[in-house]
């Protein structure tokens, strides 16, 4: 509504303004010119006479709601992240299941802006065994709950597969060829310590990578459309 819509930009107005300030030192003509056009009340004569921003207790917030907030973008970025792995069209709004063993407040205290930011038509409550299903992970450890999606949801699913199935083959082209340079003798005792690692690991991460691909298609294959699935399995065999 308008009133909303006045807010989000009086709040705009005074974070864009904090931190001209903040950056004029540093860049000064490129903030002042922004700055002096700024449709704001009681600009002054210059930038150069605007109070230097300082913390303000009110917006001081507690633990407890900065981790609802970390858990919030964790929630919404996972249920993005299910989205695009099972291939559905970014505009598409879907029904995905939300379970949480801990926080469950910020489903009902959130509701609405998890449906606008991670394009929901509705948030359920349970999901079942024909459920494509992805855990939220706080800091890398801290399982606080899942996110899913019905299988039958999808749309066209041996197309689906298909493409899960290139993409693992293209991983799997990647690890071999990362295999063989890390057994090539010349690449380990010229190449620098550093590089050596970060192959290594870029390699730990494409093996984990086509596990979690190998997962997925298994998921994919058993279920409701499972007629469709071994056509496209038997294909590929």
């Not at 709040?11 to 010119?33: A, D, G, S, Y």
């Not at 079942?128 to 450890?141: L, P, R, S």
């Not at 192959?199 to 499972?226: A, Q, R």
Request: aromatic share 8%; net charge positive.
């Amino acid at each position: 509504d308008d009133d909303y819509k006045t807010n989000v930009k009086k709040v705009l107005l005074r974070v864009l303004k904090n931190l001209l300030c903040i950056m004029h030192p540093v860049i000064p003509f490129i903030t002042e010119e922004i700055y002096q056009n700024l449709p704001i009340k009681d600009k002054k004569e210059s930038i150069m006479l605007e109070k230097f921003p300082e913390p303000e207790k009110k917006f001081n917030f507690d633990i407890d709601e900065i981790k609802q907030m970390e858990s919030l973008q964790k929630i919404i970025y996972y249920v993005r992240n299910l989205r695009a792995e099972l291939e559905f069209s970014p505009g598409e709004k879907i029904n995905v299941a939300i379970v949480l063993e801990k926080q469950k407040d910020i489903l009902v205290k959130y509701e609405e802006i998890i449906k606008v930011l991670a394009k929901l038509e509705k948030i359920l409550d349970n999901y079942d065994n024909g459920f494509i299903t992805k855990n939220i992970f706080i800091n890398g450890m801290e399982n606080i709950g899942t996110v899913a999606i019905n299988k039958n949801d999808i749309k066209n699913l041996a197309l689906l597969i298909q493409n899960k199935e290139k993409q693992k083959q293209q991983i799997k082209i990647a690890i071999e060829k990362l295999e063989k340079k890390l057994s090539d003798g010349n690449f380990l005792q010229n190449a620098p310590k550093k590089l050596i690692e970060e192959e290594n690991e870029k390699l730990v991460n494409y093996k984990n990578d086509c596990k979690e691909i190998e997962k997925l298609i298994e998921k994919l294959k058993w279920g409701k459309n499972e007629r469709f699935a071994k056509k496209i399995f038997k294909r590929n065999k």
